[in-house]
């Protein structure tokens, strides 16, 4: 109870008998101390302190957005490289759980951001009160409890993904260069091409296979560029066709491009089924972009200064997704959805970006992809994902006096315009103050709107090295770690050179650190060069199995009998 409950647990285990005791009970010998130690470490080592999620939630890795399922994987074959965004920065993973099948919920906030998750896992809830983060588990949270929302920053990542590639009939077939990474320009294509383009595959099984996407007329410099980067992709001219309404379409036709397309994942059978191709998960910062450009540039649009920039997809998966890689590039965003089922339509989700700071973030990067950020003014206010508790008082002695003007008086809530002042002064904040600061700088908040059971599903969990935090999909909460445990031999014990060895062995004790009971006598006995004595109790004593108790002083003061195992001199032991 207390293991998993994050505590730590200490036990002295000199009680024990030695290896190769008479056992009365059995009328066998121990396997000693040193083997009792190691099967307790792998039995509390699977105590859980925090909860789980489930497979397909994301975390914010140095090596893309990553499915937990994937890094246990990787972990449990041996790959040490992983490292998840905190909100004090990257901190290495260092170890992960299978917890079997639990009873999950999923938690969804208002911004649009949800997991799945058992209800024993604590989330950091933000107290609206006192302005601190605490920890609560998911079965004690309610809903308008602020959740923390951890922003990313996917700088790390710099290295393009490599794509399986199939050489094809060059006599058979036209010539055409199929990618084998994907770079900006193809990941532009892509993200295009999910919005606004499908696979057209002859239904006669024939050799015509063509890549269309649908470009409006009114955005000649969308057309141009598209037609630009097909060149230099696939080293092949588009060709250009009137379609339905106000549309032109560009199309590729390659039968090998098609069975490419097949192969990597990347074919979409609707527009309501369109999806976020893994690799792009596991791509540079400078690559999703690419990709999310080509989205808005085929279904984005900028609204304003109040309506922000958003992008429309009938695809839900697609736009949870596309929310998920935002906050990974360090971009929060809202999901918004509007139902049009009443006239035979589908339902449009759209994500929004507002507030000055992330639409100006978002526009250096999305303006290098589309004209479409000319079409208004950007917003020049900092509303959007403010906190909803006014820290100007608690900060304002470290910042200064332009906290005041960045938090009118009177104002409850503390906008993105503030925290971006006290992300500039951080040098400034005291020690006792910095962690709060720093969750400040690295994450919003969000309501929780609904907390609904999913029925039972498979769990993982990881362990996060030093602060024991990451984000779940994005919302952050603590996370697992092996149990707390220390095992004491003290140092007459004659299983004291196995303990201290067991350390040495692979696969030995290896959920627990150990320690030796140092006497005065021993460290006496170390100074003066002289002999030790490893013994224990004399397990056949007929008063043994009442009155030890694991004090070897009071057992030779009550006059009964030690058997004396071995003696060694005291610094070999010591050495």
Not at 164 to 180: C, S, V
Request: glycine share 8%; aromatic share 10%; with cysteine.
């Amino acid at each position: 109870e207390i293991m998993a409950r994050g505590g730590g647990v200490g036990i002295n285990v000199s009680t024990l008998r030695p290896r190769n005791a008479y056992v009365k009970g059995v009328n066998g010998r121990s396997s000693g101390a040193a083997s009792w130690a190691d099967l307790y470490s792998v039995v509390t080592g699977k105590i859980e302190q925090g909860g789980c999620v489930t497979a397909d939630t994301r975390i914010q890795t140095n090596q893309g957005l990553l499915k937990i399922i994937e890094i246990v994987e990787r972990i449990e074959s041996g790959d040490t490289s992983l490292m998840a965004w905190t909100h004090r920065g990257w901190k290495a993973i260092t170890d992960t759980f299978r917890n079997g099948i639990k009873d999950v919920y999923r938690v969804t906030t208002d911004l649009g951001y949800e997991v799945e998750i058992t209800g024993e896992h604590p989330l950091m809830i933000l107290d609206e009160t006192t302005g601190e983060f605490n920890l609560t588990k998911v079965q004690d949270l309610e809903v308008n409890d602020h959740v923390a929302v951890v922003v990313g920053n996917n700088t790390v990542n710099s290295r393009y993904q490599e794509i399986e590639f199939d050489d094809y009939d060059h006599q058979k077939y036209p010539y055409i260069k199929l990618p084998k990474l994907l770079d900006e320009k193809f990941a532009y294509i892509l993200g295009f091409y999910m919005a606004n383009g499908h696979l057209r595959i002859a239904s006669d099984n024939s050799y015509s296979t063509s890549l269309v996407m649908a470009v409006p007329i009114d955005r000649p410099q969308t057309k141009s560029r598209l037609i630009h980067y097909i060149k230099d992709v696939f080293d092949k001219d588009a060709s250009i066709y009137r379609g339905d309404g106000a549309v032109e379409e560009l199309v590729i036709s390659s039968r090998p491009l098609g069975h490419y397309f097949v192969k990597n994942n990347f074919k979409k059978t609707s527009a309501v089924d369109a999806f976020i191709p893994e690799i792009v998960y596991k791509s540079p910062a400078s690559v999703i972009e690419a990709f999310i450009g080509g989205w808005f540039a085929a279904d984005g649009c900028n609204r304003g200064a109040k309506g922000g920039l958003g992008i429309d997809t009938i695809s839900r998966e697609a736009a949870y997704a596309i929310q998920q890689l935002l906050l990974f590039i360090g971009i929060p965003s809202r999901i918004g959805y509007q139902d049009r089922s009443d006239k035979g339509w589908s339902s449009i989700y759209r994500i929004t970006v507002n507030g000055k700071w992330a639409t100006e973030k978002m526009a250096r990067w999305l303006g290098v992809y589309t004209e479409k950020i000319a079409d208004h003014d950007l917003p020049v206010k900092n509303h959007a994902f403010s906190y909803p508790v006014e820290y100007r008082t608690q900060y304002r002695p470290y910042v200064g006096a332009e906290i005041n003007r960045r938090v009118p008086h009177g104002n409850e809530n503390t906008s993105q315009h503030a925290i971006n002042l006290i992300r500039e002064n951080i040098s400034l904040i005291p020690e006792e103050m910095t962690d709060h600061a720093e969750t400040l700088n690295n994450c919003i908040v969000s309501k929780i709107v609904s907390i609904e059971s999913i029925g039972r599903h498979e769990t993982y969990d990881i362990t996060v090295d030093e602060i024991h935090m990451v984000g779940f999909s994005g919302i952050y909460g603590h996370q697992s770690r092996r149990g707390a445990l220390m095992l004491i031999l003290n140092d007459w014990h004659p299983d004291v050179l196995e303990f201290i060895n067991s350390k040495r062995q692979a696969g030995k004790i290896t959920n627990a650190n150990i320690s030796i009971g140092i006497s005065d006598d021993f460290m006496e006995a170390v100074k003066n060069d002289t002999n030790w004595d490893l013994v224990f109790p004399d397990t056949k004593y007929e008063k043994y199995d009442d009155e030890w108790d694991g004090i070897l002083e009071r057992w030779v003061e009550k006059g009964y009998p030690v058997i004396t195992y071995e003696t060694l001199k005291a610094r070999d032991i010591w050495n």
